[in-house]
């Protein structure tokens, strides 16, 4: 997208703006590289962009009313979108001096769970964005990825912070969002979701730990070698409706171990870690 200029602002309406930057996402897909890094960091850009399209729909974006401040929040949108566009530019050099082949240009979001879930909620997100001729492209290199993710969510941080959104209305759609990306809730995507979001969407890394205090802590393939002293749950925890269960699956207890599976509702017996021979 070449930068907007102030005056064009009127004609085209702020909402046009807001979705051209959008949608300038979409037409980013994720190398070979990222096959199996998808979850640890690829995921990171496509929440960038899910925070600006929350964003957009918890100030009403779509409302059509002029924002007084809508030269300022054009240019940022503006910004986002010319940090995409270089990417993209030293991408396209990458895969002329290395002889990229169509077949790279694949996007691992079609193969991964997480992934089809993202694209489906932002199909359903930007709902007044027409479908573009513009030609999708692909990051190769980790730290031109890396690169983007922080230019781009440090825009979008400016954005949330400059013109928050109401309160209530950010929290119930950062709710939905993480609702659709984890329909069952498992520890295991919010964890994901957790990590990935962490330096990019503080609010969704809110939800998501806030899902996982609840879920408790998954064991799984652990060994206990002899002489051992462990707990596998937590200690000191309320045993009332509030207590958080566990998940335990494939660990091996060697003989003579000591093992607790499940919470301490009233701390450790005494002695429980001391050093036997």
């Known amino acids: 997208m070449a930068e907007v200029t102030l005056g064009a602002i009127g004609l085209i309406g702020l909402a046009s703006v807001f979705n051209s930057c959008v949608e300038s996402f979409n037409f980013i897909k994720l190398g070979r590289k990222f096959s199996n890094d998808y979850e640890a960091s690829g ?12 964003w957009g729909e918890a100030v009403n974006i779509y409302g059509g009313s002029p924002h007084p401040d809508e030269q300022l929040i054009a240019r940022i949108l503006a ?7 270089k ?12 002889n990229v082949i169509d077949q790279d240009l694949y996007d ?9 879930r993202f694209k489906g909620l932002m199909v359903k997100r930007q709902r007044e964005a027409k479908l573009s001729k513009k030609t999708t492209w692909a990051l190769y290199e980790k730290t031109d990825f890396n690169e983007l993710v922080q230019q ?10 400059l013109f928050p959104a109401p309160q209530p209305v950010q929290a119930q759609l950062c709710a939905q ?3 659709t990306l984890s329909p069952s809730a498992n520890a295991q995507e919010m964890r994901i979701i957790s ?3 962490a330096n990019v969407d503080s609010d969704l890394n809110k939800a998501a730990r806030q899902v996982l205090e609840k879920l408790g802590h998954t064991y799984r393939k652990n ?3 002899p002489h051992a002293n462990v707990i596998f749950g937590d200690v000191g925890q309320s045993s009332g409706e509030g207590a958080r269960r566990h998940l335990y699956d494939e660990n091996e207890v060697d003989s003579d171990a000591n093992v607790v599976g499940g919470n301490m509702h009233n701390g450790l017996p005494e002695g429980f870690f001391r050093h036997r021979d």
């Open 79 to 85: 910004n986002i979108s010319n940090a995409i566009e």
């Open 177 to 179: 969002d993480l609702a």
């Open 108 to 116: 691992i979001r079609d193969v991964n769970e997480l992934g089809k």
């Open 152 to 161: 781009t969510s440090r825009l979008v941080e400016q954005l949330v912070t």
């Open 223 to 225: 060994r206990v070698h």
């Open 87 to 98: 990417a993209q530019q030293i991408s396209e050099k990458y895969a002329a001096k290395h």
């Open 195 to 197: 990590g990935a979001s």
């Open 43 to 54: 995921l990171e850009l496509d929440l960038v962009q899910l925070r600006l399209s929350r």
